[in-house]
DNA sequence: TTGACATATTCCTATATCGGAATATATTTA
DNA sequence: TAAATATATTCCGATATAGGAATATGTCAA
């Protein structure tokens, strides 16, 4: 078996750092494919592949504007990915702790 | 080109489903290769592969306890993960604002 | 030292990727 | 209708994967 495709879901699709960058700007504002291609530097092909990516993961949504494809991001499909990463925020707090008793404790020996 | 390798960083090495399962499980509390090996219900070499990546991106810590490898998550990896997502988080406020303003709009309409 | 146990590594193969180049599709304008 | 513009799709090739099978490495215990 090879690795899981890019579109089976949001961890997949935003593994690739273009997409994320995409989703970056997409967040801003709605833009046409012609000015990310623009933004991002790369080949128009190469947007439009992302693109459908983040199409078909639903992380982006589309609407169309004479010949412009307008994109945006569909924040709410990078929810699954912030609830996840935040269950571990309590190990996060553990080690804020542990700094805390730290400073305190050096505060005790006067340094 | 292909793909990214998965030890690129943590957002690829987190877009394997067993791999973030792993780091589940190791979050709570550390533990031995074979623990993992019947808890996931997978090969034992599939899941030394998946402890290689993740180690290779600083997702876990090992340390050798007689012939067992005892592993834990290292949360502060999965912190960028976190950051990111947490950039978008704004837009789920617009919403749940959209929703609320909705809700009121109701309530006054007497609904 | 030999065996038993725990883990890591290597070899294999089917599959999916990304970028580049070329081309197809769709819409507006002249 | 033809040309121009904007975007999508297809074909290509190099590469890296995940799992399975087999094997290597490392540690303890008798």
Redesign the pocket.
């Known amino acids: 078996?090879?690795?899981?495709?890019?579109?089976?879901d949001a961890f997949?699709a935003v593994?690739?750092p273009?997409?994320r960058e995409i989703l970056e700007l997409l967040a801003v504002t709605e833009l046409?494919?012609?000015?990310l291609?623009i933004k991002l530097g790369?080949?128009?092909?190469?947007?439009?592949?992302?693109?459908?990516?983040l199409?078909d993961v639903g992380l982006v949504r589309?609407r169309?504007?004479?010949?412009?494809?307008?994109?945006r991001t569909n924040a709410e499909g990078i929810r699954p990915l912030y609830e996840w990463t935040k269950t571990f925020e309590r190990l996060w707090a553990h080690q804020l702790l542990r700094i805390k008793e730290r400073a305190e404790a050096k505060e005790l020996r006067g340094e």
Chains 1, 2 share one sequence.
Not at 32 to 35: L, N, T
Not at 42 to 53: D, G
């Open positions: 078996m090879a690795r899981a495709a890019t579109t089976s997949n593994a690739e273009r997409r046409p494919v012609g000015d291609v790369i080949e128009q092909p190469s947007v439009s592949k992302h693109l459908k990516v199409r589309v169309r504007n004479g010949r412009h494809m307008m994109y």
